[in-house]
């Protein structure tokens, strides 16, 4: 069953650094997402992308953060000075039609 | 008002029995409704999706969506000691727009 995948699955960062956390949606989908779920709280959306463009932002989705489709098949979110708070599980997902397909998530802790 | 309002347990049910989970929403423009099961640390993992109001039938798991309440339900039959993770319902205004989450329920089944 195709699914989701994202890399790195732990990522630890000091204060002020850049970080690029990558996802490798469905083959065939062609919306992809980012959320995010800080620690004993719910899942935020943060991004959602298309046709190579951002179609829809949160609040949260700030100058610090940009994602990208470098190629066919990678889709990227790049925080560029990371701050505590950007402490996080962060979740890509992707859809063909409706349903949104989650990957496993990349642990982002930074220090 | 919450958004999405949904009672963050922990819910704890004898293997076997019948679980019941629930959503209340405010937004009206709410077309799409899901529910992810989400084990510690993990993505969420779709289970179930419904368009609009009604039933839809999984094996043992069993959505409803009744939009004049602006309330949602996923029951359980038969639970067994591995549904034991958090379940998150989800909604969305479809036209592959932004899912906005349920804050989890947390549910053990005892064997």
């Known amino acids: 069953e195709p699914e989701v995948t994202q890399t790195p699955s732990h990522q630890v960062t000091q204060m002020g650094q850049e970080v690029i956390l990558r996802c490798v949606p469905i083959?065939?989908?062609?919306?992809f997402y980012w959320y995010r779920q800080i620690l004993g709280q719910k899942v935020e959306f943060l991004v959602s992308f298309y046709n190579n463009e951002i179609s829809e932002k949160s609040e949260i989705f700030d100058d610090q953060f940009s994602v990208e489709r470098p190629d066919g098949s990678n889709f990227t979110l790049k925080i560029r000075s990371t701050k505590l708070e950007d402490s996080a599980m962060y979740f890509c997902?992707?859809?063909?039609?409706?349903?949104?397909?989650f990957g496993p998530g990349t642990r982002l802790t930074v220090t | 008002q919450k958004e999405v309002e949904q009672d963050p347990g922990p819910l704890s049910v004898p293997e076997g029995a019948i679980v019941s989970l629930n959503c209340t929403y405010s937004n009206s423009a709410f077309q799409y409704f899901m529910w992810y099961r989400q084990y510690s640390r993990k993505g969420p993992e779709l289970l179930m999706y419904t368009y609009s109001s009604g039933n839809k039938e999984d094996g043992r798991f069993t959505a409803q969506v009744d939009k004049s309440s602006k309330y949602i339900s996923l029951f359980i039959r038969d639970s067994q000691p591995s549904d034991s993770a958090t379940y998150l319902c989800a909604m969305s205004g479809g036209g592959y727009q932004k899912v906005t989450f349920g804050t989890g329920t947390k549910l053990q089944v005892i064997p």
């Open positions: 997902a992707s859809s063909e039609a409706h349903e949104q397909y």
């Open positions: 083959s065939n989908h062609l919306y």
